[in-house]
């Protein structure tokens, strides 16, 4: 199952040429500037714009190409735009109820409460939409694109019309969507955090193209790609809970690469989380430390070194399998006498837990 | 007699000028939605040569367009003659030629208000829809409709208050035939002209509380939108 997607996208401040095979389960986001045609390519997918001599295949069904052009009515998504567009006419129930009732019973594979609870905007049902914060506006807005039983889930830059403080009350939600309904989603961002966040996949988009696409990690962390030089550069891990220590209160989580150590969090064993290691909070050094404050040393293989500026370098590191990023001085790199191949230990200041 | 200062003929004016008024306004709503939609959504490039034959009736004198509809709905005229032809009758002199006249005298107090309204509307809410599987048709009456209810409002009262004051085009294509197509106006201009003083007081009086009830509705119920433009 995958998702076919070419396009040639001109207009009159930009073109974007695509061609791209994304992956039919799981978060993709399409990552890239303002400005570049992420959202363009997000309505040519959902046939909200037209654009001749696309192509469009999700799950062997084609919703564009030469012959064929499915109006948005007539495919299975659903789409959450930047702001939460509510019908102002209708109270919340009627709002999220709006695409339940279009679809057949035998494709609502989410019904109308499931997404109200998943969304816990249960006790907002009866209210104007005039009347909700931009927060709750957004969480009605993702439940009414629930309701209709996606089989792909659009979502552009869902947290950008919301302020700050308002994030954390939907960023969960967004979280717990595609664990607990398996509905594929392509969400459209500018904000690496965000996709830290979410994303399984990445494509990179940037110059009119596609930069690179993959699994997050590895798109993050390869130095040939603007993420990795990022002021905010940070690499991604996958680990596991696999305990905890009640006696100075930690979580030990492994990894493919070794074990790190978080503050305790009431986690089961066996879980799964996404950390988020910043390149400027990883120090390098030839042995590994023994009288130091800091928990999380790794042992790891210098796997490339690129020049940030005059004073920084930028190092690709591989703890087993799973790559690294490292922000180090020129001078430190030199001392250090790094070059790819050698064994470092990299000392993780902090680590930030996503999940 | 209902009341003694208004004659049944007034009375039967009044009428029809109430029937005039209901019909048109009626007809200006079926005819005035899709062409403001059309001209609220339409992107071509000419679209302000429609949008300018709309407005045509708020400059020109009433008799300019009733002398045109006179000679197009008469029996000589192209859309006379073809009712002839089919075995009608030719439209000047009727109530429906009334009607025709009235409808495209007040056209552009019925699409202005409507295309503002379905412009503020926006195409967001429609492309929402449109993602929540509501084709076409459908989210016009779901969406487009209910979120254009002020502009309605206004239309439909602007419609139906223009069509009572109207005199020129009725003057012109309608005649002056007591009980079919004597309406308000003309009967005061009657009494004018025949020195009935009290009983133009009268007659003029209703149509001015009528008039000003009417607008008072539309201006306080929706601030929003401007009553006309040019």
Known sequence: MSIRARFNIQQEDFRLDV???????GVTSLFGPSGCGKTSLLRAMAGLDHHHGGFLQVEEQTWQDAETFLPP???????????????????????????????????????????????DVGRLLDRKPASLSGGERQRVAIARALAVSPRLLLMDEPLAAVDVSRKQEILPYIESLHRELEIPVIHVSHLPEEVAQFADFVVLIGDGGVLASGDVNEVFTRLDLPPAHDSDASSLVEARVCGHDMDYHLTQLAFPGGELLVALKSLPEGRKVR??????????????????????????????????????????????PTPLLASITRKSAHELQLEPGKTVFAQVKSVALLS | MVCPMISEADLAALV?????????????????????????????????????????????PP???????????????????LMQSLGGEPLAFTFAGLVVGSVIYSMPFVVQPLQDAFTSV??????????????????????????????????????????????????????????????????????????????????????????????????GLNRRFRVVRL
């Open chain 2, 122 to 219: 926006g195409r967001r809410p429609l492309e929402v829809a449109a993602t929540l599987r509501a084709s076409p048709i459908d989210r016009f009456f779901t969406v487009a409709v209910p979120l254009a209810r002020p502009g309605f409002l206004t239309a439909t009262v602007l419609g139906f208050a223009h069509t009572l004051g109207e005199f020129g085009v009725v003057l012109m294509i309608g005649g002056n035939i007591p009980g079919e197509t004597r309406v308000a106006s003309i009967a005061i201009y009657d009494h004018v002209e025949g020195l009935n003083y009290i009983q133009a007081h009268w007659l003029s009086a209703v149509l001015l509380v009528l008039s000003f009830a009417l607008l008072v509705m539309v201006y």
């Open chain 2, 63 to 81: 008799t300019v367009l009733g002398f045109y509809l006179l000679l197009l709905l008469g029996p000589h005229g192209a859309v006379g003659g």
């Open chain 1, 19 to 25: 061609d791209l095979d994304l992956p039919g389960s």
């Open chain 1, 73 to 119: 009515h007539r495919r299975p998504l659903a789409y959450v735009f930047q702001e939460p567009s509510l019908f102002e006419h209708l109270d919340v129930r009627r709002n999220i109820a709006y695409g339940t009732k279009r679809i057949p019973a035998a494709e609502q594979k989410v019904s109308m409460q499931q997404a109200i609870e998943l969304l």
């Open chain 1, 275 to 320: 950390l988020r290691v910043a390149a400027r909070d990883v120090s390098l050094t030839l042995q590994r430390q023994s009288g130091t404050s800091i928990l999380n040393i790794l042992e790891t293989t210098v796997d490339e070194i690129r020049a940030e500026n005059h004073a920084k370098v930028l190092v690709r590191l591989m703890a087993g």
């Open chain 2, 16 to 60: 029809i000028t109430l029937k005039l008024a209901l019909t048109s306004t009626l007809v200006l709503l079926l005819l005035g939605t899709p062409l403001a939609w059309w001209l609220a959504r339409t992107q071509w490039r000419f679209k302000f040569i429609p949008e300018a034959i709309v407005a045509l009736p708020l400059v020109l």
